[in-house]
Structure formats: structure tokens, C-alpha cells
């Protein structure tokens, strides 16, 4: 912890610097006070150290208060809960067929020739993601082998595959595809590394417990779960961080506790894969 006396041998400039951190608020020139810091003498291990420990600090009390608050909600929605005033949130939103007889003939096909017939007199039939997703991987697998179809097309409609399955597998995980599918451009490799770890934990913990301890802590059972939660509103954090404050590809994410997520996004999530598997 960085006292708040002024360092003794510390430099004059660093020790403003030091106050003017420690005084920080919604009107510091943070830009000015940045490429102060930046101006700092590298060999200065003193001062660096000082503003570094100081940060540090910060961060420390910034986390506690974060996880304070978060116990409080969880709190208050799981007392809800028991009071019966716990309303529980609308899934997203999933693509379905009205007609159950369509989707089913779908299901069913085992091979290309309806679609090549598309593909030759109706392309357009193709941009209905829903369509090209409830076919079955298979005859998708068939359509890549094919010559009746172009390299431009297999692809197309491999990554409309790909997509889909990875939104119904961010649901199953507790995340939000709106919010992955932006994460992505942004943040493409941390949120892969993210996604996989996730899985790590809830293909190791089965999705009860997965969820039960998503911020992470040790079950009764003396299990260590990684805060997938946490990691997840960093990821978002930093990608959000890199856009102007009205960008329309910033990620607000709704709060939603273990439980909600369990019944909600993994549900929802899976049943979104049972469509298109």
C-alpha cells in the first residue's frame, strides 16, 4: 500500500503526480496526467514503483467494492426468489419455425438435390439463415463435396453454420451472442480463450454447478471453479474501453445471477443446438 505522505526522495514531479492521483476526480485532465506518467525517467525504479503500487491498490479496492455489490444483488434476488417476487427474465429471443411440418421436411433431407435445385433457380433461398441453419450438418458436409455448387457458396454457408452452432454454445456458457458477436471483432483471440476455458469448466463441473459458483469459489466438494464472470465483464470492459461512448457496437450486458443464467441462457442455448445439430 502506497502511503500518503509525500515520498522522501522521491522527485517534486513525481510526488504532484502522486497527489494528483490520489485526488483524482471527474474533472482531472487524465490525458495531461497520462503523458506525465509517461515522462517519468524509466531508470526512476522509485517513482515507477511508487505509482505502480499505487494503481495496484486501487485496483485492489476497486475489487472488493465490485464484489461487495455483486453479493448484494445475488442476495437480493435469491430473497426474491423465495419470496415469490423473483420474475424470471424472457430467454432471448430464438429463431422458429411457425410451420412444424416445414422444419421437419428439413430435418429429413439426406442429400443435395433440393438444394442444388435451390442453389441453380432460387439462390436467394439461402440469405434465410433459419433454413440454411436447421439443415442437417451432414447434407451440409455432402454440399462441400459436391461440384454442382461453387468454393464461394460452401463457404458462405459453412460460416452460417459455424456461426450459429458458436451463438447456441455462448448461450449454454452463460454469455450473450449479441454481446459475443461484437466481442469478436474486437477482442476475437481473448474471447476464444475465454469460450475455451468456459467449456473446460462446464464440461468438468456439468452446467448445476457450472453456474451455482459462475464468479467463482470452491463447491462443497472442495472443487476450485475459475470467475468465468469476472473474465467476462473484463473482456467487455476493454472492448467496450476502444469505442466512443456512442457507439452502437458497445456491449451492455443485463445483470443476471447463477440461477438466472442457468435457466435462461443455457436453456435457451440449448435448445438453439438441438435445432441446428
Known amino acids: 500500500m502506497v502511503s500518503e505522505a509525500p515520498l522522501t526522495e522521491a522527485k517534486p514531479e513525481a510526488e504532484a503526480i502522486l497527489n494528483e492521483l ?36 486501487k485496483v485492489a479496492e476497486n475489487e472488493k467494492v465490485i464484489a461487495t455489490l455483486q453479493k448484494e444483488v445475488e442476495t437480493q434476488m435469491e430473497e426474491k426468489r423465495r419470496a415469490g417476487e423473483y420474475v424470471k427474465p424472457e430467454a ?11 422444419r421437419k421436411a428439413l430435418r429429413n433431407m439426406r442429400d443435395t438435390k433440393e438444394l442444388a435445385l435451390w442453389y441453380r433457380y432460387a439462390p436467394e433461398i439461402f440469405q434465410n439463415e433459419q433454413l440454411t441453419e436447421t439443415i442437417m450438418q451432414g447434407v451440409w458436409v455432402e454440399v462441400r463435396k459436391s461440384d454442382e455448387f461453387d468454393s464461394g457458396f ?11 452452432v458458436m451463438y447456441s454454445a455462448d448461450l449454454t ?6 454481446a459475443t458477436k461484437k466481442l469478436h471483432r474486437t477482442r476475437a483471440t481473448e474471447l476464444d480463450n475465454l469460450r475455451k ?36 465483464q473484463e473482456l467487455i470492459a476493454a472492448h467496450n474501453a476502444s469505442l466512443p461512448a456512442n457507439s452502437p457496437d458497445r456491449v451492455i450486458e443485463v445483470t443476471l445471477d447463477g440461477r438466472a443464467r442457468y435457466e435462461v441462457r443455457y436453456n435457451a442455448g440449448m435448445s438453439m443446438y438441438d435445432q441446428v445439430s
Open 92 to 102: 432471448p429471443t430464438q429463431p422458429g419455425w411457425e410451420n412444424p411440418e416445414l
Open 22 to 57: 490520489r485526488l483524482m476526480g471527474p474533472n482531472t485532465d487524465r490525458g495531461n496526467l497520462l503523458k506525465r506518467v509517461q515522462g517519468i525517467d524509466k531508470g526512476d525504479k522509485e517513482t515507477i514503483g511508487a505509482i505502480v503500487a499505487w494503481i495496484e491498490q
Open 197 to 232: 476455458l468456459a467449456n473446460e469448466e462446464l464440461t468438468k463441473f456439468g452446467p448445476e454447478l457450472y453456474f451455482e459458483y459462475y464468479n467463482g469459489g470452491e463447491d462443497t466438494d472442495g472443487g476450485r471453479h475459475e470467475n468465468i464472470g469476472k473474465r467476462y
Open 154 to 164: 460452401k463457404e458462405e454457408m459453412r460460416i452460417k453454420k459455424r456461426q450459429y
Open 173 to 178: 456458457m452463460g454469455f450473450d451472442p449479441n
